[in-house]
């Protein structure tokens, strides 16, 4: 429900307009630095308002940590952690007090809870990815010890796709734009299409593409909890995601196993690794320690500025045009965010690696 993982679990509480979002952390290994200027940074990268592209909404995204911290280093205790809401604007949502938003969680809210809070989203917001950031940045502070990197960038929106291999690209360069693509030429175009949507009162969707490197070979927990199916989970959790796949994913339906089959080898390090990595880095479930490649695809915003017809909670047909602050896109601010839910998989599947294999 409102947890995620394992021996490194995090829960999150809040809604969009209420007073603060924040959660509780467990299972944090002890004597960890917090370097809180990488933790600020990630949910810079989150927040809306930070770009001419996203919501205009201007939260500070400052986080307060209550517990867990001892001295700048964790304790092995919980870590409490709350995040203030300063700019909500829930008047905008008045008018849809009583209006079942199409492609929002309106109605199904409704339907399962009756008493819901319909400003911003409440609960079911994206403004809740905040604390996955905060929880994900504290797992890549870990995996760091371990040399353990997780990237993610923006590899499509609408149309218009970054075909180039990552290990082709400079994913120092992804932070650089608002688009978070690490090819500029290609970030220009997509950038451009951002815009001309958002001027239209349209929205469009994307894909972000995620790189686990330097993870060990072993991870997994056969037959129901393989790695590439909890970090699915895990992604398909993040508001608007609509699609997961890992290595070929879908594009291994067209191919043979001769095309398909990764060959083993042995390095110069005299490791096992494989010649291609068509399987993503995960095979039966678990990892071989090749870097495990996947992508998230994400449906285009649900808000968007032109009429559109719906029925309101005394069942009666009307139409509207919605009103407020909201991206023409999600992709760009969901980087950061499947960057940090895929650290936390990652830890989780170490620590619980360390319990079956001394």
């Known amino acids: 429900m409102n947890t995620f993982g394992r021996l490194f679990r995090f829960t999150s509480f809040g809604e969009s307009h ?9 299972g944090c290994p002890s004597g960890i630095e917090i370097d809180y200027d990488f933790i600020t940074e990630q949910l810079k990268r989150r927040r809306p308002g930070a770009s001419k592209i996203a919501s205009l909404r ?12 001892f001295e700048g280093k964790t304790t092995g205790a919980p870590i409490a952690f709350v995040i203030y809401n300063r700019d909500q604007r829930s008047k905008d949502y008045e008018t849809f007090r009583d209006i079942f938003r199409p492609s929002h969680g309106d109605y199904t809210y409704y339907v399962k809870y009756g008493n819901v809070d319909y400003r911003g989203g409440g609960r079911y917001s994206a403004r809740e990815t905040a604390v996955r950031v905060v929880a994900g940045s504290i797992a890549m502070l870990v995996l760091k010890h371990l040399g353990i990197t997780v990237n993610a960038y923006v590899s499509q929106v609408g149309d218009i796709k970054l075909d180039i291999p990552y290990s082709e690209l400079d994913l120092s360069l992804t932070y650089t734009n608002d688009v978070r693509c690490p090819d500029t030429a290609v970030a220009n175009r997509m950038y451009e299409l951002m815009h001309d949507v958002k001027t239209r009162g349209d929205t469009v969707g994307g894909v972000v593409t995620g790189i686990i490197r330097n993870l060990p070979a072993g991870l997994g927990e056969p037959v129901y909890d393989k790695f590439h199916a909890r970090l699915s989970y895990a992604m398909m959790s993040i508001n608007a995601a609509r699609g997961f796949e890992i290595g070929e994913g879908f594009s291994a339906a067209a191919m043979y196993g001769s095309q398909h089959n990764d060959a083993f080898y042995i390095n110069e390090d005299g490791q096992i690794r494989t010649l291609t990595n068509h399987s993503g880095g995960v095979q039966a479930g678990i990892t071989n320690g090749m870097d495990v490649v996947f992508r998230v695809a994400f449906k285009p915003v649900a808000t968007i500025f032109k009429p559109q017809q719906t029925v309101t909670r005394n069942k009666k047909t009307v139409e509207f045009v919605y009103k407020g602050r909201h991206d023409p896109c999600v992709v760009p601010r969901a980087v950061p965010v499947v960057e940090a839910m895929a650290a936390a998989v990652t830890l989780d599947f170490l620590m619980l690696q360390r319990a079956v294999r001394l």
Not at 58 to 64: H, Q, R, S
């Open 18 to 26: 209420g007073k603060a979002i924040g959660g509780v952390i467990d």
């Open 58 to 69: 201007k939260e500070p995204d400052e986080v307060e940590f209550l517990s867990g911290i």
